[in-house]
């Protein structure tokens, strides 16, 4: 199966004036902690970039060299739909492996795959302020829990490229335009999971004293 990774944001929310997938956490790039995850599981990667996108693509001739890594470029923005249209034309496989390039998880994609049905990952969000809960007419406090009885998607998808192709538009948004035309499994990925999508999440993520073996490997 192939791989999308959804990387051409702007690293605006972090304040850098980079691509949002050069941006370094734990002493790496958002892109290389997916990509060190993804290559031994995925038989071709396609990056689907925008800003800055020759920084990218000069990045990873300089560290991935030899991975079969392919770049897809929008002239202008696409929206996450005609992004994701447009990088399809590097891919072999019959499935495809789509994700956001700021959302690093550990998803059994040997699980997901065998599925058989498009499916959206799914994960238990972390509210991010206190959780106020009254006791006997007093306030209790529960400091940004995770929810568990909700789930939201952790943005990363397995879909099917033949289908894919008859919805996808040219410009605009898979997640409004094309999601509500597909019938989704659900699956619950109970594991890790962080967004890097601004300054926060990057404080949170070096904070965190639990990740998977591959995010701090050398």
């Not at 850098?16 to 956490?25: C, E, F, R």
């Not at 996450?80 to 499935?95: E, F, P, Q, R, Y």
């Not at 659900?186 to 965190?208: A, P």
Request: with cysteine; glycine share 6%.
């Amino acid at each position: 199966m192939d791989a999308i990774i959804l990387a051409g944001g702007r690293g605006t929310r972090m304040n850098k004036d980079m691509p949002k997938i050069l941006v370094s956490a734990r002493n790496k790039t958002i892109l290389s902690h997916q990509l060190n995850y993804l290559l031994p599981k995925v038989d071709n990667t396609v990056l689907a970039l925008g800003h800055r996108a020759e920084e990218v693509t000069n990045y990873i001739k300089e560290n991935y060299p030899s991975a079969s890594i392919l770049s897809s470029i929008e002239k202008e923005p696409l929206g996450t739909g005609g992004a994701i249209k447009l990088a399809l034309n590097h891919v072999k496989s019959d499935k495809v492996l789509i994700l956001n390039g700021d959302d690093l998880t550990d998803i059994d994609l040997n699980s997901v795959s065998q599925i058989g049905e498009d499916t959206i990952c799914v994960a238990r969000p972390r509210l991010p302020f206190g959780l106020v809960r009254e006791k006997d007419g007093y306030a209790t406090f529960d400091e940004k829990p995770v929810l568990e009885n909700e789930w939201v998607s952790c943005g990363w998808y397995v879909l099917d490229c033949a289908t894919l192709r008859q919805h996808l538009p040219d410009k605009g948004s898979i997640e409004y335009e094309v999601f509500p035309k597909l019938k989704l499994r659900v699956h619950k990925h109970s594991g890790f999971w962080q967004t890097l999508n601004s300054e926060k999440d990057i404080q949170q993520f070096e904070e965190r004293t639990q990740v998977p073996s591959h995010i701090d490997e050398k």
